[in-house]
């Protein structure tokens, strides 16, 4: 069974920093993008940024140049960089792999992970 995890979140002030990690783990033969996204209470889940196995990155225009999103193929985990955190960063954020799980040549699935909670104060 494959499951993505989430740590590092918590509760900072505003100009503070946290770095979340998402680690794969269960069974599976690849995966391609990676990205992790967040939702705020009442709002809809929106995309913070992406990171393709080729270590490419795009970014939402609210997090440019504060948050930098990374990965580690070796240790199957991504991670995402947050300074100058804002209050209006304050979410669940969510991790998202594009996997390859029942054979190398399967249709790729989005598998998610369980949210770790951000809160950011004035």
């Known amino acids: 069974q494959v499951q993505l995890v989430e740590s590092g979140g918590g509760l900072v002030q505003a100009g503070g920093s946290l770095r979340l990690s998402c680690a794969a783990s269960?069974?599976?033969?690849?995966?391609?993008?990676m990205a992790w996204y967040r939702q705020a209470p009442g709002k809809q889940r929106e995309l913070v940024a992406t990171i393709t196995s080729g270590s490419s990155t795009n970014y939402a225009d609210d997090v440019k140049g504060r948050f930098t999103i990374s990965r580690d193929n070796a240790k199957n985990t991504v991670y995402l960089q947050m300074n100058s955190l804002k209050p209006e960063d304050t979410a669940v954020y969510y991790c998202?792999?594009?996997?390859?799980?029942?054979?190398?040549?399967?249709?790729?699935?989005?598998?998610w992970g369980q949210g770790t909670q951000v809160t950011v104060s004035s």
């Open positions: 998202n792999g594009v996997m390859r799980v029942h054979s190398p040549w399967s249709r790729p699935s989005d598998y």
């Open positions: 269960g069974t599976f033969f690849s995966i391609s993008a």
